[in-house]
Nanobody, 116 residues
Framework: QVQFVESGGGLVQPGGSLRLSCATS????????MGWYRQAPGKQRELVAN???????DYSAPAKGRFTITRDNAENTMYLQMNSLKPEDTAVYYC??????????WGQGTQVTVSS
């Protein structure tokens, strides 16, 4: 059973950057697609970015041009580089696979707070 451990969050000023990591207990090489999600207080969890085994990535509108998703299949780790952060990026960030694949158990997530 794959388990995820997200890290790298923190408090950052608007315009700042953070790099999130998603470490897995098992191999992600066989996971066709992985994604970064976020959930802000009082809102539903939303998909921010996803990446195929091949490395092809896709982004939600708010993330496009500011976030970069990468995966290192050999290290069983996925990353999210976030630049030009805005207060509305404040959320708990999670990693997992995507529909139509069966989601794995959610990790604890990592808190990102963008505030001056």
């Amino acid at each position: 059973q794959v388990q995820f451990v997200e890290s790298g969050g923190g408090l950052v000023q608007p315009g700042g950057s953070l790099r999130l990591s998603c470490a897995t207990s098992g191999s992600i090489a066989s996971i066709f697609v992985m994604g970064w999600y976020r959930q802000a207080p009082g809102k539903q969890r939303e998909l921010v970015a996803n990446i195929l085994k091949s490395g092809k990535a896709d982004y939600s509108a708010p993330a496009k041009g500011r976030f970069t998703i990468t995966r290192d299949n050999a290290e069983n780790t996925m990353y999210l580089q976030m630049n030009s952060l805005k207060p509305e990026d404040t959320a708990v960030y999670y990693c997992n696979t995507l529909h139509p694949f069966t989601l794995y158990p959610w990790g604890q997530g990592t808190q990102v707070t963008v505030s001056s």
